[in-house]
C-alpha cells in the first residue's frame, strides 16, 4: 500500500517569513495530492491540492510542487500571518475513474507563526 | 451549502460497552469515508463507502467495528465492545463520485474510552 512520509514534525517560522512542508510518497500509481490543515477540535479543511498531470498550483499566498519521477511534493506558504498556525497534512491516493480510494496521509507538520 | 454533519462531537465510555458514531455527508456526495485519527497522527482511513456499498473496508477491525450507509445517505460506525486502544477522534469524510477528488471532512466525535 501507499506510505507518506512528512518533514518536519514541527516548523516555527517568524511571521512574514515563508514556510514549506515536504512530503514523499511510495506508491507510483498515486495521482492526487492534496493539503489539510487541521485546528485544534477542527476535522481537516483542505487548503491546495494537486494531480499528477501538473507540476505546480499556486493559490495567493499557497502553492504546491509536485516531482512525480522523485516521488515527492511540497507545500509553500509566503508572508506568513499568525492564522496560518496550524497542524497541515499531506496525502496521496489514486483515482482510477471509478471512484477515488481513501486517503493515505503522513504525520502532520505543526506549524507556528511567532510574532 | 452545508458541510458533512457528525454526531457526538464527543462521547467518554467505559471500555468493554458499545458506542455509535453518526455521519450525514454532504448533499449529493456520493462517496463517504471514515477515518480513525490517533493522537499527533494523521487520519487512517477505515472504510470508504459509494453510495450504499462498502467497496474498501480492509483497514476496518472487523471483529469489533462495523459500519452500515442505508439508503446510500447516512452512515453509522459501530465499535462494540469498545476498547482502551479505540480511544481517537472519528472522521467522516464525503465527495463527489465523478470529477472532482476533493473529499470534505466533519468535525469528528471525539471517543475516550476508559
Known amino acids: 500500500g501507499e506510505n507518506v512520509e512528512q518533514h518536519p514534525s514541527t516548523l516555527s517560522v517568524q511571521e512574514g517569513d515563508s514556510a514549506v512542508i515536504k512530503c514523499t510518497y511510495s506508491?507510483?500509481?498515486?495521482?492526487?495530492f492534496p493539503w489539510y490543515k487541521q485546528e485544534l477540535g477542527k476535522g481537516p479543511q483542505l487548503i491546495i491540492d494537486?494531480?499528477?498531470?501538473?507540476g505546480e498550483k499556486k493559490d495567493q499566498r499557497i502553492a504546491v510542487t509536485l516531482n512525480k519521477t522523485a516521488k515527492h511534493f511540497s507545500l509553500h506558504i509566503t508572508e506568513t500571518q499568525p492564522e496560518d498556525s496550524a497542524v497541515y497534512f499531506c496525502?496521496?491516493?489514486?483515482?482510477?475513474?471509478?471512484?477515488?480510494?481513501?486517503?493515505?496521509f503522513g504525520k502532520g507538520t505543526h506549524l507556528i507563526i511567532q510574532p | 451549502e452545508a458541510g458533512v454533519v457528525q454526531s457526538p462531537r464527543y462521547k467518554i465510555i467505559e471500555k468493554k460497552q458499545p458506542v455509535a458514531f453518526w455521519c450525514n455527508p454532504i448533499s449529493g456526495h456520493n462517496t463517504l469515508y471514515w477515518y480513525r485519527q490517533n493522537l499527533g497522527q494523521g487520519p487512517e482511513l477505515l472504510i470508504r463507502?459509494?453510495?450504499?456499498?462498502?467497496?474498501?473496508d480492509s483497514q476496518l477491525p472487523k471483529d469489533r467495528f462495523s459500519a452500515e450507509r442505508l439508503k446510500g445517505v447516512d452512515s453509522t460506525l459501530k465499535i462494540q465492545p469498545a476498547e482502551l486502544g479505540d480511544s481517537a477522534v472519528y472522521l467522516c469524510a464525503s465527495r463527489v463520485r465523478e470529477g472532482r477528488n476533493e473529499q470534505f471532512f466533519g468535525p469528528g466525535t471525539r471517543l475516550t474510552v476508559l
Open positions: 463507502y459509494e453510495n450504499e456499498e462498502a467497496v474498501d
Open positions: 506508491d507510483s500509481a498515486s495521482n492526487y
Open positions: 494537486i494531480r499528477s498531470n501538473v
Open positions: 496525502a496521496a491516493s489514486r483515482d482510477s475513474g471509478g471512484g477515488a480510494d481513501g486517503l493515505t
